[in-house]
T-cell receptor, first 110, second 116 residues
Framework: TQLLEQSPQFLSIQEGENLTVYCNSS?????LQWYRQEPGEGPVLLVT?????EVKKLKRLTFQFGDARKDSSLHITAAQPGDTGLYLC??????????FGTGTSLTVIP | GAVVSQHPSRVICKSGTSVKIECRSL??????MFWYRQFPKQSLMLMAT?????????EQGVEKDKFLINHASLTLSTLTVTSAHPEDSSFYIC????????????FGPGTRLTVL
């Protein structure tokens, strides 16, 4: 089993603050995805990173894939209440098997 | 993004009954579908991988006789929870891929199963 550990597990911050979520593994992945999930709904894909050291930006969200392709981070600038949700990373090697991280539950307080 | 639907969205059943959950890929042909289980505020746990026309591959610890998966067409996969018990209560989510080489999967909205 290829484990992906996310930290922190829970995060509660005030609107306007910045935060970083980490996704770490001892395994190498060919690609890594980040998802956001709201209660009672399926996860929604935010980004896929495939190259070691790659940085992708999606408005206030910045995603980075580690040089060794074992870890990733998600940084949110000036968090808003709409960013509240469960953030999940998932690693893939063959494209036919995905290993999900342990999840980070984010609450942004207005 | 692609659309994947699940039906029903919620189901409540009595212990001992069987429940069927449908997962449909609405705008592409899904060569592979995945079934996940999720407990509150926890991550997704992969239950099985289903390829059209072949038997599903179950993850370790998942009983294939209890969680029956059928992927009879490129747009439909079903998960049947047989003889359901309260401990089977969970959020079940499916996802679809249109090609085995792609790393992108599209998730359904999930099905909340409550077994009384």
């Amino acid at each position: 089993t290829q484990l992906l550990e996310q930290s922190p597990q829970f995060l509660s911050i005030q609107e306007g603050e910045n935060l970083t979520v980490y996704c770490n593994s001892s395994s190498v992945f060919s690609s890594l995805q980040w998802y956001r999930q709201e209660p009672g709904e399926g996860p929604v894909l935010l980004v896929t990173v495939v190259t070691g050291g790659e940085v992708k930006k999606l408005k206030r969200l910045t995603f980075q894939f580690g040089d060794a392709r074992k870890d990733s981070s998600l940084h949110i600038t000036a968090a808003q209440p709409g960013d509240t949700g469960l953030y999940l990373c998932a690693g893939s090697n063959t494209g036919n098997q995905f290993y999900f991280g342990t999840g980070t539950s984010l609450t942004v307080i207005p | 993004g692609a659309v994947v639907s699940q039906h029903p969205s919620r189901v409540i059943c009595k212990s001992g009954t069987s429940v069927k959950i449908e997962c449909r890929s609405l705008d592409f042909q899904a060569t592979t579908m995945f079934w996940y289980r999720q407990f509150p505020k926890q991550s997704l746990m992969l239950m099985a991988t289903s390829n059209e026309g072949s038997k599903a591959t179950y993850e370790q610890g998942v009983e294939k006789d209890k969680f029956l998966i059928n992927h009879a067409s490129l747009t439909l996969s079903t998960l049947t929870v047989t003889s359901a018990h309260p401990e089977d209560s969970s959020f079940y989510i499916c996802s679809s891929k249109w090609d085995r080489s792609t790393d992108t999967q599209y998730f359904g909205p999930g099905t909340r199963l409550t077994v009384l």
